[in-house]
């Protein structure tokens, strides 16, 4: 590869034929993951150690979304701490206290850590033990790091469950059993049982669980599947505890949703005939739901800027299953060991960048001109302003969008801003 190749890359970022950038990033920090994690676990409570910037992000991502009493909160580090004139552990603790006394459903309490707490080294874990040990058989006090400094937002929800894991109670026997790994909706989470108990698989674990009290054991013979592609970390530490990683494509689309229960179904001794006669009905449903959608789709041109790091399992769906030619697929992070099935599926001819330069990506973005492009928040507003069509990427965090009830909708995620524009042309 040259130096000006058709990509526009520096032949210096290059490794194995993906193409790494490095420069300004334009993505959210990880304390966006409470978003979603604190619907997920409903007697847990995130409490973030933060600036006004911080609460400021929670309430603009989160605002929008919030029906009852929120399970988050920011405990601001004011002028004062960030001097180190205050004693910022005392405080702490005082916030702590008054939060626990109003809220007595909390069973779970995470000190989330940010870019400022980092900053003047203020050792929440030391805290999250001091405040355990005070509040014995009460509340558990964990806690993890969602700061912005190197990372992007689906990595918050990595360091969670990383933390999460190592609190799983070590399993008694050496028997079967399954881990299914990474947010997901509860329908989704409801559907994915189903099947799995059909084929005959079990007893299988949902990791974040949705109560505190369900954490799952772990040891030999736990069988993990990742749900989501972001849960690289987390994977790593329930393998340093015993679990084995079964290889698969994630649930994504009809045949990303097959691969992964064959895959399951593989791991655990389960038949290919079984596997096609618990999912032939479903299977049924997804492909003629997703039909109409294709119809939509195919053809059509498709970029992804880094921000999800769903964005490998999202292509391979969009090109396979809906016929989009993939322009450029760039992801935040490239994880060899948890996204090689995903990133062979797409072949040698695709364009796959790591990383971000954005500004080289928006002049290869704009000289490409697809018909569409999944990206962050903060572009697309001005990318829609200059033309283009955008999908915001966070929204296929929030959705329920894996398995095969989901795989039409899956579609018509991408399908509707290009019908709007079709409608808004006419
Ligand atoms: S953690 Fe860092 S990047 Fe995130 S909102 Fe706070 S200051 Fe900003």
């Known amino acids: ?17 993906l193409v790494q950038e490095e420069g300004q990033r334009q993505v959210f920090c990880g304390l966006t993951s409470i978003v979603w994690l604190h619907r997920k676990m409903h007697d847990a409570f995130f409490l973030v150690v933060g600036s006004r910037t911080c609460a400021h992000l929670l309430q603009s991502a989160a605002g929008v979304m919030i029906f009852a009493e929120p399970r988050f ?38 000190l989330v850590g940010s870019c400022p707490s980092e900053v003047i080294k203020l050792d929440l874990s030391k805290a999250a033990e001091r405040l355990t040990a005070a509040h014995e058989g009460r509340v558990r006090v964990l806690s993890y790091s969602g700061s912005g400094l190197e990372t992007t937002f689906t990595q918050g929800e990595d360091q969670f469950l990383t933390t999460l894991v190592e609190q799983l109670p070590a399993k008694q026997d050496e028997a079967p059993s399954l881990i299914v790994l990474g947010t997901l909706a509860e329908v989704v989470e409801d559907q994915l049982h189903r099947l799995l108990e059909e084929l005959g698989i079990g007893p299988v674990h949902f990791l974040p669980p949705r109560s505190s009290d369900d954490l799952p054991p772990v040891g ?4 993990v599947m990742q749900a989501q592609p972001f849960t690289g970390e987390a994977t790593r530490a329930l393998i340093r505890r015993g679990a084995e990683r079964v290889d698969a494509p994630y649930p994504l689309g009809v045949e990303g949703t097959l691969a992964w ?35 939509t789709l195919a053809g059509k041109r498709i970029t992804f800027l880094p921000d999800s790091q769903l964005e490998l399992p999202l292509a391979r769906f ?24 995903e990133r062979d599926a797409l072949g040698e001819e695709v364009r796959l960048i790591e990383g971000q330069d954005v500004d080289r990506q928006l002049e290869r973005l704009r000289a490409d001109s697809p018909d569409l492009t999944v990206c962050g928040l903060g572009l697309a507003n001005p990318l829609e302003a200059e033309g283009l069509r955008t999908k915001w990427s966070i929204e296929l965090v929030f959705s329920p969008i894996q398995g095969f009830e989901q795989a039409g909708d899956l579609a018509e995620l991408f399908a509707r801003p290009l019908v709007r524009h079709a409608t808004l042309k006419v």
């Open 1 to 17: 590869m040259s130096d000006s190749d058709n990509t526009g890359c520096d032949a210096a970022y290059c490794r194995g034929g």
């Open 73 to 110: 909160a920011t405990a601001i580090l004011g002028e004062r701490d960030l001097a180190g004139l205050a004693d910022c552990n005392e405080e702490l603790d005082r916030v702590v206290h008054e939060l626990l006394e109003r809220r007595p459903e909390i069973r779970t309490l995470f």
């Open 220 to 223: 030999p013979g736990t069988r």
């Open 261 to 295: 229960l064959r895959a399951a179904a593989h791991a655990f001794g389960v038949s290919d005939e079984r596997v096609d006669a618990v999912t032939e009905a479903p299977v049924e449903r997804a492909r003629a739901a997703l039909a109409p959608q294709r119809e």
């Open 318 to 341: 969009l090109a396979q299953e809906c016929g989009m030619e993939l322009v450029e697929v760039a992801t935040p992070y490239f994880d060899r060991e948890c996204h090689g099935v």
